[in-house]
């Protein structure tokens, strides 16, 4: 007999959790297409030449070798290993027929091969969301990417989540304004990067020794590192600082034009946090990050910003993008541990009409058919035991209204609320409802 | 630059193609749910040992390395090429966390390493539809997955589809009626099969080579195999072979007690095809086949049947079952090339909402947020160019509304049929609804 393990990092639901899963990419998918956003799908599989095509190829890559290829053949697949590259590659494929500018939604799996932690996965789930351009993009782009983040986290029922917003252009504002060369300005970006991590004492030590910079300015940095408000203080906060050079004052004018262009209700988990540098990658403005408020120990539930060209790799088109990502299976492995989720109940029908005899089975099917013309899911149960049995069946699974079918009519029995009422009564009083959907 | 090609066998679609499959995959999904259909999803990775566990490794089958994994390091992974695998070692895993019988449905990608030809595809979607018990499997079963099947099949608007059905049990009794031994019954499936492709001629060639059987009784094979009737029709024929045989009579007893526990409008599209076989795979009981009633020559796009024992591999507990699963991408390729299926317009909007000048977008966002908030889906334009080109990009989209957003107040252009309203007066005429959903 085969042996049955889980695979280490790579996730697998329960029903109960599933349902869960389905429900908040739901949620996610009609805020992102209630604002336009276009949904895709790219191959699970990449050319490892385009997966590698931003340096070296990526050690954490699965490549793909079908079993009985002969020893020679080299493997030219590899699975994503997120959706940027994908999306970069597909953009730039149908450059000519797809309408600029051009917003798309994804919610795929993503693999990675390295070593599983804690919170981290072989096997995930993103949901990407990215507006691009063929032409200069403006910051209407990166306001509307903010919006439907914000509101879709909002919505998926994990309680308040903060999301932290930077830019690339303040961060080296600041630190030109404080003379950092250009070098020093990388290193001092990936040394406070960590600052969460290892501590304002360990960062300035850090900018001292990898940044060459002198005390003073590493304790500088530090300090604005520090700079959390709140989106209705960013103006007076930004004013306060006093910094007089023009990528600062680029940086602060847009962030402020970027609030501004928020409704309130989307500002509220707003702060605009200085620390937030996002490793080094491609962004070049806006940046974002995303935590739960009560459990901000497990980091980011996603993020991303604005960068100047998505598919310089494979296309001569300049294509500046702004985009954000959710770490859908991150975000769900969280919420099921620390009980801000809970599994549904493994059905996904609130209605199980019972069946006495087997001479019924067509009349219990046809009185199914009816609950569910109504838009009521209805299962009918698949033998005839004694109607306890069957009773006990929907208790076990969580249906609420058990249906009887006689020669007399139907009635109908809630197993929660221990009342019964004919059909008809039944229907009037109560909604519609399935707990499925 | 890297080069980009299509990966041979890995679809990918345009947005509005992608909006398509999105619908079909909701219409599907909607109506298993509705009859309690549980949905699961299993890593797209399975042991090696588990996917080659019904024999030996299959050479189709794509395993996984890390790019990076030392040489001596022998795969260990494979992607999954069906879900039926993936289905019987989850079900084994989780035997004690589910509840039986169990019912699933399960959409996701499976992968074959083989070479691509016209429909068939080395990346595709596959829809799965089964119900397992832990004791005996009633017909109840067979009818209710059969139903949920033909309804969904009906409701993706690729134009009629005929379910043919058809019974092991009958095909076994005739051929042991006719004297076939065990080995002689086998071998006359496998040619029988094959009679849509080579013809009856052949197929009683190969009943007396391959089988071993005389001309009489391959001629009469033949005549059972061009027995094709509608369901109504089903008891009269039956009863006109006049065969005497236990199996046989089982076999057609149970097949009149499917169709009597199947609704008129789900018998309509169902024939009895003495001819359909389904491989010699693991089918004991009902098989099933799907196709497009126009286009015939396509072949399958979907079926299944029942079956002892889901996870003999897998586990000691004997798991009966019947499953039908439909071929998503080989469906919606062959359709849209058929022209059964158009690409939708690329947009999850119907409205526009114009922008004429930059300190106008807020407010612009706002009337945006209530179209959506009445469950209009409304998108903003990106800048604030003349009307005319924010009009024309509505067009492009297949847009059918655009906002204009004044101090006087907000009116609804309808641009296809060319007539204005005061926002209130559009409210009140024009039925709420989403392209996209």
């Not at 297409?33 to 190829?57: C, N, Q, R």
């Not at 600041?174 to 970006?189: K, N």
């Not at 900018?207 to 103006?235: H, T």
């Amino acid at each position: 007999m085969a042996k049955l393990t889980n695979i280490s990092g790579f996730p697998e639901w329960l029903p109960g959790e599933k349902i869960v899963e389905n429900r908040i990419i739901a949620v996610i998918r009609s805020v992102y297409e209630s604002y336009g956003f276009l949904p895709i799908e790219t191959p699970a599989v990449e050319l490892l030449s385009t997966l590698g095509s931003k340096g070296v190829i990526d050690k954490e890559l699965y490549a793909l070798r079908r079993v009985q290829a002969s020893e020679d053949q080299e493997a030219e697949l590899g699975l994503h290993f997120d959706l940027t590259v994908p999306f970069a590659r597909y953009v730039a494929q149908h450059l000519s027929e797809l309408q600029f500018p051009f917003k798309r939604y994804q919610v795929q799996k993503a693999w990675r091969g390295d070593r599983p932690q804690k919170g981290r996965f072989r096997e995930f789930y993103q949901f990407d969301l990215d507006i691009v351009s063929r032409e200069e993009l403006p910051l209407s782009c990166d306001a509307e990417v903010l919006c439907a983040f914000t509101e879709a986290l909002g919505q998926i029922g994990v309680g308040e989540v903060c999301v932290k917003i930077n830019s690339r252009k303040l961060l080296r504002g600041i630190y030109e304004s404080l003379g950092l060369s250009d070098a020093q300005a990388r290193a001092a970006l990936i040394v406070v990067d960590k600052i969460d991590k290892i501590g304002a004492e360990k960062v300035i030590a850090e900018l001292i020794s990898a940044a060459s910079l002198d005390s003073v300015v590493a304790g500088r940095i530090v300090e604005f590192a520090k700079i959390r408000v709140a989106a209705s203080d960013v103006a007076s906060m930004l004013k306060g600082l006093e910094i007089k050079h023009p990528l600062f004052e680029q940086g602060a004018q847009e962030i402020q034009e970027l609030l501004r262009l928020l409704p309130a209700s989307v500002q509220k988990p707003i702060e605009l946090d200085v620390s937030l540098v996002r490793g080094l990658d491609y962004y070049t403005g806006m940046i974002v990050e995303a935590a739960l408020t009560k459990f901000p120990h497990v980091g980011s539930i996603g993020g991303g910003g604005r960068y100047e060209n998505l598919a310089s790799e494979f296309s001569a088109q300049k294509l500046p993008g702004v985009g954000l990502s959710i770490g859908l299976t991150r975000l769900l492995s969280v919420a099921f541990e620390a009980g801000l989720l809970q599994a549904a109940a493994p059905t996904t029908v609130n209605m199980l009409v019972t069946v006495l005899s087997e001479d019924q089975r067509s009349r219990a099917n046809e009185v199914a058919a009816e609950f569910r013309a109504q838009g009521i899911p209805a299962e009918v149960y698949f033998k005839s035991p004694k109607l306890g049995k069957q009773i006990e069946y929907a208790e076990k699974k969580g249906i609420q209204f058990v249906a009887f079918v006689s020669d007399s009519g139907v009635e109908v029995k809630d197993i929660v609320n221990k009342n019964q009422k004919p059909l008809k009564e039944w229907l009037a009083t109560n909604p519609v409802r399935s707990p499925g959907s």
